[in-house]
């Protein structure tokens, strides 16, 4: 099996032939490396709010929580790599997770003074990156070692290094992908908003996929409705909030099915069939969230209790690599026009 290159750079910098299970110094190696950039990033994000934090997050952030949030992940780092030191033959997790925690509170740490005030309007979204990325960690690696749809798939698989390209691609540049999918919403809102329908709308009780292209369009497209409904703010961003937490749930490996609800709302097995390289299976379940459209529409596909054998395109291949998946589709669209 072809292993792309940042695979095969980040085994032959961290791997070895020592065993991975609980106790071996492997998992407290890796965890405290985690723990140990979250600490690294939050303190980078003290040190440049103006460049690195999301300029409508920095008020609502409560900062006595965030600050011992990051001195309790860089505390974690030290605990993690001292436990890999002594558990494992091979330290440079140990050392790495050491380093970055170092690192972390050589800058100050949770206890980096703020400026008064930050007047950039603009943000890179590292904030939003760093809790994003423990939230779903947190999550989502757990359900899949604990209720796994395949038992002898590991959390760092062949090509893990692409999904995580792939994550930060999507999650990190938050600012920029929000403005991209408002976009549209925000200039045919000046035409098409009824200030009648707007106003019914507000006294409501309120109660994706992966290339950055595609989730600008159906996003977007998504937002429109939204704001030519008028929607307040807030709802639009807790649903921007929802739809990437629904969007990573339903590409988890995750076995437990809910059948009375995959009727009504798109569950992990429902999208799976999305993805089937299966001939029965082609061009089924686009809905995000209701499968009702896809009733509507003769897309619907959900065979009882069944799950997919293969997983890709059916007769096509991708290249290996975010990049080169990147690119691909344009690649294609030139070759045949």
Not at 155 to 179: G, I, K, M, N, S
Not at 251 to 275: C, K, Q, S
Request: glycine residues 8%; positive net charge; aromatic residues 14%.
């Amino acid at each position: 099996m072809f292993e792309p290159m940042s695979d095969a750079f980040f085994h032959k910098v961290f791997g070895d032939s020592e065993p991975t299970h609980i106790g071996s110094g492997w998992v407290s190696g890796v965890l405290g490396v985690f723990f140990g950039l979250l600490g690294l990033g939050g303190a980078l994000c003290l040190h440049f709010p103006a460049l690195l934090t999301l300029p409508e997050a920095r008020s609502h952030y409560p900062m006595v929580v965030i600050r011992l949030l990051i001195q309790g992940t860089i505390a974690a780092a030290f605990v993690l790599a001292g436990l890999s030191a002594i558990l494992r033959q091979r330290k440079v997790l140990a050392l790495t997770a050491g380093l970055l925690a170092a690192v972390a509170m050589l800058l100050g740490g949770g206890s980096t003074a703020l400026p008064n005030e930050v007047g950039s309007h603009y943000g890179i979204g590292f904030d939003w990156f760093l809790l994003d990325l423990l939230v779903m960690t947190v999550v989502f690696v757990p359900v899949e070692r604990f209720w796994p749809l395949h038992r002898g798939q590991k959390t760092f698989r062949p090509e893990w290094t692409t999904d995580a390209f792939y994550f930060v691609a999507t999650h990190l540049p938050a600012q920029l992908l929000t403005f991209l999918m408002v976009l549209p919403a925000l200039l045919l809102t000046k035409w098409l908003a009824i200030p009648s329908l707007q106003a019914f709308v507000q006294r409501w009780p309120y109660l994706s996929r992966s290339h950055f292209i595609d989730i600008v369009i159906t996003r977007g497209l998504v937002m429109i409705p939204m704001m030519v409904c008028g929607f307040p703010q807030s709802v639009l961003a807790g649903y921007l909030v929802f739809v990437s937490f629904h969007a990573t749930f339903c590409h988890t490996d995750f076995r437990p099915d809910a059948h009375w609800l995959e009727r009504y709302f798109v569950t992990v097995r429902y999208h799976h069939w999305h993805h089937a390289a299966h001939k029965e299976a082609v061009n089924v379940n686009f809905a995000i969230h209701f499968p009702f459209l896809d009733r509507l529409f003769g897309t619907h596909h959900l065979p009882k209790a069944a799950w997919p054998q293969r997983y890709g395109l059916l007769d096509d291949t991708l290249p290996p690599g975010f990049f080169a998946q990147l690119i691909a589709p344009f690649k294609r669209a030139a070759r045949s026009s």
